[in-house]
């Protein structure tokens, strides 16, 4: 029995201590087992590296740019449009501000009592037409007053030339003496012009009358009344009774560079009429059109304009004084130019320029001179042909040569 417990105690032991060497030796060879997984990796890295890719090795074959023949890449999709011929309208626009052609102030020229207002405000009116009333009472005793002296120094004017008429028969008799005739001739002439003394009194009186009644000096709207019914009104009232302007026509001053005077000039003196149109803040509503009827007589030095004054047909009453609107002058028309769509026009370091899409797909960079542009047409001129495609959208990822495909005319 003594002998089965010792064995089965050394048995005990030695595992254990197996274990113990077993565990030392694995930690002091972890360190280095860890270097030589690390040393194999990285060359297992370095080995994968250095193989070409498919990917690469597909690049490496096409390596031009795309929409390139030598590089076997897809073509550039854009949008084309043909190259036309038509009539194009030169013009200029420009920034204008609209006035009246007449500004009138109604003011009373009496003094009195406002009794009867015949406008409404904002009513169109003609030139004569009644627009208020003020107390007459005071000016028609006036005028009763210098008839009632012009009636009594009439009546003493016609017994003077009578008395004058009876003296001179007397005097053909030798019956008086000449000095009298004399004086009565002079008598008869200080009444006459008494006579016409009290005359020039009726008619201002008559005329001081008359204004009691206030009427329009011209046609045109009127603005906001400026004096209430029953006020008492003056003549030295600065601010009147109402504004009236003559809107219709209605003038616009604008602006135009000194680079179209000339032929603006040319115009004029050869009796042409220059178009003038005038349109919303947007450009989406035309408010009026007319004609350029002066010019001023000498060109801003600050700005580098010549102002120009152009009349406007005004009867939808669509224009306001002082009022801004964008203006459009045609100065002349091109015949029979080419035209692209201003979306084609491209600008780089060796000009103005347009990528016309040739029968082969490829791009041709071609140099224009720009001319007048209407709407969304430009005239240029250069070695263009008519239902020639220039590229409207895409042209920024072209260069001469470049190979496109027009997936959809743009319409301009």
Not at 128 to 148: F, K, N, S, T, V
Not at 340 to 351: L, S, Y
Request: with cysteine.
């Amino acid at each position: 029995m003594l002998d089965m417990s010792f064995l089965k105690h050394n048995l005990m032991r030695s595992k254990w201590l197996a274990v113990m060497v077993l565990g030392g030796v694995i930690i002091w060879w972890y360190p280095e087992i860890q270097r030589g997984l690390s040393l194999s990796k990285a060359t297992k890295t370095h080995q994968d590296s250095a193989k070409p890719s498919d990917k690469s090795t597909e690049h490496s074959k096409g390596q031009g740019r795309p929409g390139n023949k030598e590089g076997g890449g897809k073509n550039t999709p854009v949008s084309a449009v043909q190259v036309k011929q038509m009539d194009i309208r030169q013009s200029v626009d420009a920034l204008g501000t609209l006035t009246a052609l007449n500004t009138a102030v109604v003011r009373a020229k009496v003094d009195g009592e406002l009794k009867a207002v015949r406008f409404t405000e904002g009513q169109w009116v003609q030139a004569g037409q009644l627009l208020a009333e003020i107390d007459p009472r005071a000016y028609e005793a006036q005028l009763h007053q210098a008839q009632g002296q012009l009636a009594r120094d009439t009546a003493q004017l016609k017994n003077a030339q009578l008395d004058l008429q009876r003296y001179q028969d007397l005097l053909s008799k030798d019956a008086i003496a000449r000095q009298q005739v004399e004086t009565q001739a002079a008598l008869v002439g200080q009444l006459q012009g008494t006579v016409q003394a009290n005359q020039a009194q009726v008619e201002a009186a008559r005329l001081q009358l008359s204004y009691t009644k206030v009427t329009a000096p011209i046609s045109g709207r009127l603005g906001l009344k400026k004096a209430e019914l029953g006020s008492l009104v003056r003549a030295s009232d600065p601010n009147g009774l109402v504004s009236i302007t003559q809107t219709q026509p209605m003038a616009v001053v604008f602006a135009v560079p000194e680079v179209h005077v000339p032929l603006i000039m040319r115009k004029l003196k050869a009796g042409h009429a220059l178009p003038v149109q005038a349109w919303d803040r947007d450009r989406q509503q035309r408010l009026a059109q007319g004609r350029v009827s002066t010019t001023d007589n000498a060109i801003d030095i600050a700005t580098g304009t010549l102002k120009l004054k152009a009349t406007l047909d005004n009867k939808q009453g669509l224009l306001f004084p002082n009022q801004f609107a964008q203006i459009r002058l045609e100065l002349d028309t091109l015949k029979n130019v080419l035209v692209v769509p201003t979306q084609a026009i491209q600008r780089g370091a060796q000009g103005t320029f347009v990528c016309v899409v040739q029968v082969d797909n490829s791009i041709r960079l071609q140099n224009v001179q720009l001319l007048a542009v209407e709407g969304a047409w430009q005239a240029v001129q250069g070695e263009l042909k008519v239902d020639e495609w220039v590229v409207t959208d895409g042209a920024d990822r072209l260069r001469n040569g470049s190979t496109v495909e027009v997936v959809k005319p743009a319409k301009p």
